[in-house]
């Protein structure tokens, strides 16, 4: 179970958009429609943003939006705001209830 | 209302075992379509998933970690434990348990606030 992969940060203004990638393999992102990503504030635990690649659990901004291209995953946020700067983090069921996360990317909001 | 929290030892010596116990309320884990998995994170680093355990008590392991790990629960307690065996300095990490739930195609929609554990002698 190798992590997938994420970039290590990723920044925007205020009010732009912003797109976080998880590449994994044919073997978890790219075999099933199970991506899920996560916030964590410093020091918090994290919060499910989205779910089944691009659901969004009740109470999750529409601003967050997910997709997902072969053997990768992406997190667009809309209309960037102070409170999103935060870590994020990919997921993917991969075979047999097993579960692979991403390296992790730090949003900044300038 | 949902909520996790973690208990155990905040420090542990090398090749000693961890336990850790999440003590959840708001839900059953004896329904079926919930589950609670293990999961932790080093300082600064990023989540790995540990171990999980569903309604019919089944359990699944991350496969690097399975000889090491055991997770089990106490329905009548609403509680899972999970034992970590022959512990390291690079086990040091804040461990979280969460909810997996069918509705969100299991995965993890509620989480404790984690319980720091750090490996030294």
């Known amino acids: 179970q190798s992590a997938l992969t994420q970039p290590a940060s990723v920044s925007g203004s205020p009010g732009q958009s912003i797109t976080i990638s998880c590449t994994g393999t044919?073997?978890?992102?790219?075999?099933?429609?199970?991506v899920s990503w996560y916030q964590q504030h410093p020091g918090k635990a994290p919060k499910l943003m989205i779910y089944?690649?691009?659901k969004r659990p009740s109470g999750v901004s529409i601003r967050f939006s997910g997709s997902k291209s072969g053997n990768t995953a992406s997190l667009t946020i809309s209309g960037l705001q102070a409170e999103d700067e935060a870590d994020y983090f990919c997921?993917?069921?991969?075979?047999?209830?097993?579960?692979?996360f991403g390296t992790g990317t730090e949003v900044t909001v300038l | 209302q949902v909520t996790l929290r973690e208990s155990g030892p905040a420090l542990v010596k090398p090749t000693e075992t961890l336990t850790l116990t999440c003590t959840f309320s708001?839900?059953?884990?004896?329904?079926?379509?919930?589950?609670v998995g293990w999961l932790r994170q080093p300082p600064g680093k990023a989540l790995e998933w540990l171990a999980l355990?569903?309604?019919?008590?089944?359990?699944y392991y991350n496969t690097s970690l399975k000889t090491r790990l055991t997770i089990s629960k106490d329905t009548s307690k609403d509680q899972v434990v999970l034992i970590l065996t022959n512990m390291d300095p690079v086990d040091t990490a804040t461990y979280f348990c969460?909810?997996?739930?069918?509705?969100?195609?299991?995965?993890?929609?509620?989480w404790g606030q984690g319980t720091l554990v750090t490996v030294s002698s």
């Open positions: 969460a909810r997996a739930y069918r509705d969100y195609e299991f995965s993890f929609d509620y």
């Open positions: 708001g839900f059953s884990l004896s329904s079926i379509g919930l589950c």
């Open positions: 355990i569903d309604w019919n008590s089944d359990q």
């Open positions: 044919s073997s978890d992102v790219g075999n099933y429609n199970l």
């Open positions: 089944a690649d691009n």
């Open positions: 997921s993917s069921y991969a075979a047999s209830s097993t579960y692979v």
